[in-house]
């Protein structure tokens, strides 16, 4: 029977929304924080103890959180919209959606979205979202445990997010959220699932390397791994992807090169580049975001598989080479 979750707890049903076609990479990932998940259309469903906290707080693929008050014939909707208007205010940022005679109502669990980490110096170009990156990373199998490359890193997003992934630093710890502004909730609680989370965090144990042609680039991937605080664990350097040197592997790369309508530079010569860097990255994963253009006829090889995913609303593959 549909019905509010009890009015002294923040434990309920939650609803992770990610990147179309991260859905069931959100929902292991909620799944490896102690939560009950399901991939669903559009993210991913999580019940258990504290299960809006820890997703708020140790998700690195959800874009927002919220909280499931209601799910069951519409006839009932008006009656749950007074009870969580009741609970929490007649402000609260209550969110409805119809579906034939099904009626589903949220609340927003996040209050800001979750990709904004914080520690981006400015936007460069071509932005990626940070928790699109930590997507991509997780679909890759990185864990932090083998050497990580990325031979064209931009401003840097997806070289620090393998590097917190690879320290297990939770993305939420320094920041708070809608949620714990509450009425009735458990400030202890939330307290106790930080220090848990913050509990596993470590030293990234392999190297963990990025470089850009684009001296600007490297720049401003160096400021915001510093604002990251991760700086010490990530080699970033000035270089042609052509003239990459990896460290020994196996390891795992990812790659987000130009596409055409994200920089003004040749992107086909930037894919050349990335073809001549393959032949040194036997034995590793390589996954490389392209769009749905061909351009990955330019590497010379086929990919083992392929993840249909959304960039800034492109229509993109997350394409894998290698073992």
């Known amino acids: 029977m549909a019905r509010l979750p009890p009015p002294a707890r923040d434990a309920g049903l939650a609803f992770a929304a990610c990147a179309p076609g991260l859905e069931a990479v959100l929902a292991r990932e ?7 998940a399901r991939a669903v259309p559009g993210g991913a469903e999580a019940g258990g103890e504290d299960a809006v906290a820890l997703a708020c707080l140790g998700s690195r693929v959800a874009d927002a959180v919220a909280l499931r008050l209601y799910r069951g014939p519409e006839r009932g909707l008006g009656a749950a919209l007074d009870a ?4 929490f ?5 209550l969110a409805v959606r119809r579906e034939g005679r099904e009626a589903t109502l949220s609340l927003d669990a996040a209050g800001a979205p979750l990709f904004k980490r914080g520690w981006r110096a400015r936007v460069g170009a071509a932005p990626l979202r940070e928790s699109l990156a930590a997507g991509l990373l997780l ?8 050497p990580f490359l990325d031979p064209m ?6 070289a620090i997010e393998a590097a917190l992934l690879a320290a297990r630093r939770a993305p939420g710890l320094d920041r708070t959220f809608a949620f714990e502004r509450w009425p009735g909730h458990g400030a ?12 596993q965090e470590r030293t990234p144990p392999a190297p963990i390397h990025a470089s850009d042609r684009n001296g600007g680039a490297v720049r401003l991937a160096l400021k915001n791994a510093a604002a990251a605080g991760a700086s010490e664990w990530i080699r970033i350097v000035r270089r042609d992807a ?8 196996p390891g795992v790369c990812l790659v987000n090169p130009p596409y055409g309508v994200r920089l003004d530079e040749d992107a086909a010569a930037a894919w050349r580049a990335l073809a001549s860097l393959l032949p040194r990255l036997g034995g590793w994963t390589v996954g490389v975001l392209a769009p749905d253009r061909g351009l990955e006829k330019l590497l010379g090889r086929s990919p083992v598989r392929a993840l249909p995913v959304v960039n800034g609303g492109l229509r993109c593959r997350l394409l894998v080479y290698g073992p």
């Open 188 to 199: 202890a609680r939330t307290a106790r699932v930080r220090e848990r989370l913050r509990a």
């Open 242 to 249: 052509a003239e990459v040197v990896p460290p020994e592997g």
């Open 139 to 146: 679909a890759l199998g990185h864990d932090g445990s083998l």
């Open 30 to 36: 909620l799944a490896e924080l102690g939560l009950d």
């Open 153 to 158: 890193c931009g401003s840097g997003t997806i």
């Open 89 to 93: 205010g007649p402000g609260a940022p």
């Open 84 to 87: 969580a208007r009741r609970r």
